[in-house]
C-alpha cells in the first residue's frame, strides 16, 4: 500500500511537472506573440506617422509656393504701375530738369 501510494505521490508529481512545463511554455509564446505585435503596432504607427509628417510637408510647401506666387505677382504689378506712372511723369521731370539747370546756368553768368 505504501509502495501505490509512492507511485501515486510520483505520477502527480510527473503530471504536476508536466503541467507546470505546459503552462510555463504557453506563456513564452503568449509573451513572443504579444511582444511581436506589439513590434508590429510600433512599426505601423511610425510608418502612419511618417506618412502625416510627409503630407504635411507638402501642405506647408505648397502653401509657401502659392504665397510666393502671390508676392512675386504683387511685385510685377506694383512695378509695371511705377513704370505706367513714372512714364508718364518723364515730360515733366525732363522739362524741369531743364529748366533747373537753365536757372544755374544764369544765375552763375
Same mark, same amino acid.
Given at each position: 500500500?505504501?509502495? !501505490?501510494?509512492? /507511485?501515486?505521490?510520483?505520477?502527480?508529481?510527473?503530471?504536476?511537472?508536466?503541467?507546470?512545463?505546459?503552462?510555463?511554455?504557453?506563456?513564452?509564446?503568449? +509573451?513572443?506573440?504579444?511582444?511581436?505585435?506589439?513590434?508590429?503596432?510600433?512599426? /505601423?504607427?511610425?510608418?502612419?506617422? !511618417?506618412?502625416? &509628417?510627409?503630407? #504635411?510637408?507638402?501642405?506647408? #510647401?505648397?502653401?509657401?509656393?502659392?504665397?510666393?506666387?502671390?508676392?512675386?505677382?504683387?511685385?510685377?504689378?506694383?512695378?509695371?504701375?511705377? +513704370?505706367?506712372?513714372?512714364?508718364? &511723369?518723364?515730360?515733366?521731370?525732363?522739362?524741369?530738369?531743364?529748366? #533747373?539747370?537753365?536757372?544755374k546756368l544764369h544765375v552763375s553768368a
Amino acid at each position: 500500500m505504501k509502495t !501505490e501510494v509512492l /507511485k501515486s505521490i510520483k505520477e502527480t508529481e510527473a503530471k504536476s511537472k508536466s503541467t507546470i512545463q505546459a503552462a510555463e511554455s504557453a506563456a513564452e509564446q503568449a +509573451i513572443a506573440a504579444a511582444k511581436l505585435e506589439a513590434d508590429n503596432l510600433i512599426a /505601423k504607427a511610425t510608418a502612419v506617422a !511618417e506618412d502625416y &509628417k510627409k503630407q #504635411r510637408l507638402l501642405d506647408a #510647401r505648397n502653401v509657401a509656393l502659392t504665397k510666393h506666387e502671390a508676392i512675386v505677382n504683387q511685385g510685377k504689378a506694383d512695378a509695371a504701375h511705377l +513704370i505706367t506712372a513714372g512714364t508718364s &511723369k518723364l515730360p515733366q521731370a525732363a522739362s524741369l530738369f531743364v529748366e #533747373r539747370f537753365k536757372e544755374k546756368l544764369h544765375v552763375s553768368a
